[in-house]
DNA sequence: TGTATCCTTTGACTTATGTCAAAAAGTAAA
DNA sequence: TTTACTTTTTGACATAAGTCAAAGGATACA
């Protein structure tokens, strides 16, 4: 899915507001293992990603590291509090596959949100979407077990588990890699 | 804090705009336990609440009752998911003091976005800063000690465990009461 | 096509947290 | 106050999940 699809998925723009929209993100390649943004630095890029997959992850002070979120082809990718609050990010952002992703400032879009009442709008349907995704996965990780978590992985990311290591998804469901593997070869590790 | 001065904070309302949006809410005086919205039913309301404290929980088949989220005064309250998106509520909202609250009807509120490109970034601002707030909360849940999120949940509720039971502070916090009681007493349950 | 590296699985053991039950403390009602 | 009810604490025990370590598999590179 491009940009301009996403787009009017949320609000029907007029072609001309699409087109000066449009025209304030900047295409980007960027290679597998590319990090975006750094733990502590304020992240000041909302990204869409056109094609490939990314994560952001949190880096405990044992060294590991914690995936907090998934982002595919046809998402918004940003350390969301860093970028809306602007205040240092928790998390590394970086890209897990070739990616093709277009980048838009703060304060370009900042803009565009005092410019359009459209772009407004679209800014509230975007962040009202993401706070529902935020929520599911709230209630997985505190109403569900394991095995369930794991089920709402996959309906969250579709086929996630073909393009990320087990480790990855394992840290984003709260458990270890171990315990992952042990679910995923029995279906349960439990009574039920 | 009263809704005016809420709405103030976000977005400078020109008065009489801000005035033509607090006539269309309606202040509603309750019961503490009152209930506002049943598990199954789709939530048509958000709430601002003037003073009290409310809750949203989930109830397992087991018929244990998981907190979600509390809403002290000066914050909004609702079935997010279920409001935004219309669909049946996964959690019951109640209130657990007597409290003054203001709600407004997903109709309205839409009529106001749409008349108004302030409200509509109040709405946008009010999603980012929900937004946050509940990845806060994930982050907690998933990247911290027992100890740690009893920590995070003082700040995010200031004194809320004067208001509460310990029963429903645990199952915010995804630990049973049991758990909570002992961490509280010796600081830390474990090693560190 | 072999060598190094990374990812996943498995096993043995430890530990934090849950469960169940009962006692203690706190609060409200008569 | 006494009684009844609710909430919190404590104890003994069970268990899901973590840790550590090593063996297999898979993949990339040279």
């Known amino acids: 899915m491009n940009l301009s699809d996403f787009l009017k998925q949320f609000v029907s723009f007029p072609p001309e507001e699409l087109e000066d929209i449009i025209s304030h993100f900047e ?11 750094n733990q ?5 890029k909302l990204y869409f990603i056109e094609e490939g997959v990314g994560r952001s992850y949190y880096l405990k ?15 918004f990718m940003s350390s969301i509090e860093s970028f809306f609050q602007q205040v240092p990010s928790l998390y590394y952002l970086e890209m897990l596959e070739d990616s093709t992703i277009y980048s838009i400032t703060r304060e370009k879009l900042d803009a565009l949100f005092a410019k359009y009442h459209d772009m407004e709008k679209f800014g509230r349907l975007l962040s009202t979407e993401m706070l529902t995704r935020v929520v599911n996965k709230l209630n997985a990780l505190q109403f569900q077990t394991a095995k369930e978590r794991y089920e709402y992985m996959l309906t969250e990311f579709p086929n996630i588990s ?7 998804i394992a840290s984003y469901l709260g458990m270890t890699q171990e315990t992952l593997s042990r679910i995923r070869r029995h279906d349960t590790p439990k009574k039920s």
């Open 27 to 37: 295409k980007e390649i960027v290679q597998k293992n590319k990090t975006l943004v």
């Open 40 to 44: 502590g630095q304020v992240c000041n």
């Open 61 to 75: 002070e044992d060294g590991k590291e914690i995936t907090q979120w998934f982002f595919i082809e046809g998402k």
């Open 162 to 168: 073909n393009r990320v290591s087990l480790g990855h």
